[in-house]
């Protein structure tokens, strides 16, 4: 497992996300989603994330990126959407005629924290934790 670093920590945080268009309009097409990419990209250094993978359907993206302790990931989600509800919007007018109000994004999402170890796993060795300390006393 690759560790990230910085002053204070050592870290790997890594999330999916889940950003759906409004209403599950199908909207999305290559040259929309690698737009919303580089906003993505624009925006994600702001905040200390960087993007790993980006897979879009028609009506929704799987984003997966690498995040810092101190980030901040819904006001990063929030000024991201916004941003790029706007970009877009003005950028491809046809995006217009199937989402007439000013959203692009569903207000939901779907954040889900990923990991190197499944939480079983983490949960066993928490709870094993401090065990060959209290074996070694039991034997004094």
């Known amino acids: ?59 929704h993206v799987h984003i997966l990126f690498q995040a810092h302790p101190n980030t901040e990931i819904s006001k990063f989600i929030n000024a991201y959407k916004s ?10 007018p046809k995006i217009r005629q199937e989402l007439w109000k000013e959203y692009f994004w569903s207000q939901s999402f779907c954040l889900l924290a990923t990991g190197d170890a499944p939480t079983e796993v983490i949960k066993n060795y928490i709870e094993s934790q401090g065990q060959e300390d209290r074996r070694r006393k039991k034997q004094d």
Do not use: C, G
Not at 83 to 92: Q, V
């Open 1 to 59: 497992m690759k560790l990230d670093s910085n002053a204070h920590s050592v870290f790997s945080l890594h999330y999916h996300l889940i950003l759906v268009i409004k209403y599950r309009r199908q909207v999305f097409e290559d040259n929309i989603s690698d737009r919303a990419r580089e906003i993505f990209e624009y925006i994600a250094p702001k905040y200390n994330i960087t993007l790993e993978e980006w897979k879009y359907e028609k009506d």
């Open 83 to 92: 941003a790029s509800s706007r970009l877009l919007k003005k950028e491809f």
